[in-house]
T-cell receptor
Framework: AQKVTQAQTEISVVEKEDVTLDCVYE???????LFWYKQPPSGELVFLIR??????QNEISGRYSWNFQKSTSSFNFTITASQVVDSAVYFC?????????????FGTGTRLTIIP | DGGITQSPKYLFRKEGQNVTLSCEQN?????MYWYRQDPGQGLRLIYY???????QKGDIAEGYSVSREKKESFPLTVTSAQKNPTAFYLC?????????????FGPGTRLTVL
């Protein structure tokens, strides 16, 4: 069985502070994919990043960075110099890597509020 | 512009009525999905379809039905058998055969049962 845990239900930080969103996952598979999605107040989920289990390189995209560590089953997301537009609910998700089983297992999300 | 459209954005239903939520995509994706989101919870998979005229139950299919007669369309019917239908419903699509691809989401439909 797969499980994704986002222990931080809500986080509030002052604008320009850095913030890290935690994601811990459980899976018996050796090959899998991890995702982060952003859900702004409008409701639509916006894809941020995909990472496969063979690639433990950290990734940076502008103010966003991701730290994937298989040893601790974690895929954490850091926003540097946060902005008000970063306020949203962020979801971490896990997917099997086999055809015919495309289910995404989502965490419960972390609501991030950036205070101006 | 390519994307996923869902209609209506808000839907109100009386108890005992069936209601159909629309989902259309012009991304030429083979796979389509329906998720349900409740406050403070993650998304849960209702149904998914990897190809036209075929679909599979997800984790919470009871009280829902779907059809996939066209590649572009994957409507979801919330039946009167669904005991607690008030929720936010999200449709998604993806290139199912390419397993590492992400799913793209529509703007959602918020269903309220009165």
């Amino acid at each position: 069985a797969q499980k994704v845990t986002q222990a931080q239900t809500e986080i509030s930080v002052v604008e320009k502070e850095d913030v890290t969103l935690d994601c811990v996952y459980e899976t018996r598979d050796t090959t899998y994919y991890l995702f982060w999605y952003k859900q702004p107040p409008s409701g639509e989920l916006v894809f941020l990043i995909r990472r496969n289990s063979f690639d433990e390189q950290n990734e940076i995209s502008g103010r966003y960075s991701w730290n994937f560590q298989k040893s601790t089953s974690s895929f954490n997301f850091t926003i540097t110099a946060s902005q008000v537009v970063d306020s949203a609910v962020y979801f971490c998700a896990l997917r099997y890597a086999n055809f015919g089983n495309e289910k995404l297992t989502f965490g419960t999300g972390t609501r991030l509020t950036i205070i101006p | 512009d390519g994307g996923i459209t869902q209609s209506p954005k808000y839907l109100f239903r009386k108890e005992g009525q069936n209601v159909t939520l629309s989902c259309e995509q012009n991304l030429n994706h083979d796979a389509m999905y329906w998720y349900r989101q409740d406050p403070g919870q993650g998304l849960r998979l209702i149904y998914y379809s990897q190809i036209v005229n075929d679909f599979q139950k997800g984790d919470i299919a009871e009280g829902y039905s779907v059809s996939r007669e066209k590649k572009e369309s994957f409507p979801l019917t919330v039946t009167s058998a669904q005991k607690n239908p008030t929720a936010f419903y999200l449709c998604a699509s993806g290139r199912g055969a390419i397993i590492y691809n992400e799913q793209f989401f529509g703007p959602g439909t918020r269903l309220t049962v009165l």
